[in-house]
């Protein structure tokens, strides 16, 4: 995954968890069906300073970014949970800072599966603040593995950060006014998806049809 310029790492034991879940789940009997975004109509409070970045406390939790109504309209067919994680920010050999709710792991159960974590995707809060400070703390560096997507997804400007690896999508970082985050997501070692005829299909499948409109829907919360 492309690293953004000045960013300290991320490290969440979350997601080694999940992606060891996603090799071993059971895919379902029925194939995935993916729907079309239905926006909750929900804001979250404008309580960005004026100035600089927020204190990682003061950052909104990730998952109030999205409502479970939202996923749903997506994933039709499956059972959806919301689960808030801590995240750890490294830098060096230490932990910089930590923050609390910082990571939402949205998770999918395939219709007729025994794993609740067939699916997943993840939004993290990447910095809370004035808009500049935020661009400035969280960048996108210049890269040929990285693209410019514009305002084409619904916030104000978002970048794809590398590709597809394995069953993970590309990374998508995103910026809406005070709030900068990233969404990524995994297909299930045994999800079936409606209409894909390999797992490389499925990948692109999920990251076209859930991913990208999970970033819209979590823009959609935020207020300019």
């Not at 204190?55 to 749903?72: G, T």
């Not at 709030?179 to 990524?184: E, H, K, N, Q, S």
């Not at 390999?198 to 300019?224: F, M, Q």
Request: net charge neutral; glycine share 10%; hydrophobic share 40%.
């Amino acid at each position: 995954m492309s690293k953004a310029a000045n960013v300290p790492s991320v490290v969440t034991s979350t997601v080694v968890v999940a992606l060891v879940l996603l090799l071993c789940s059971c895919g379902g009997k029925e194939p995935l069906q993916f729907g079309n975004l239905e926006l909750s109509g929900k804001t979250i409070e404008d309580s960005a300073p004026s100035s600089g970045v927020a204190p990682p406390k003061d950052w909104p939790q990730a998952c109030s970014l999205i409502a479970k109504s939202e996923v749903r309209s997506l994933l039709p067919n499956s059972k959806v949970s919301l689960v808030g994680k801590r995240v750890e920010v490294l830098k060096g050999r230490g932990v910089d800072y930590t923050v609390p709710g910082g990571q939402c792991q949205v998770e999918s159960h395939q219709p007729g599966g025994r794993s609740n974590y067939s699916d997943v995707v993840w939004i993290d809060v990447m910095a809370w603040g004035a808009p500049n400070a935020v661009r400035v703390r969280v960048r996108i560096t210049d890269s040929s593995s990285n693209k410019d997507l514009g305002s084409s997804l619904g916030p104000q400007q978002c970048a794809e950060l590398g590709g597809a690896n394995g069953l993970l999508t590309p990374t998508v970082r995103c910026f809406q006014g005070p709030l900068a985050f990233d969404v990524r997501g995994a297909v299930g070692a045994k999800t079936e998806i409606a209409g894909a005829t390999s797992e490389g299909e499925e990948v692109i499948l999920w990251y076209d049809n859930v991913v990208k409109p999970v970033a819209r829907a979590v823009a959609a919360h935020v207020p300019i």
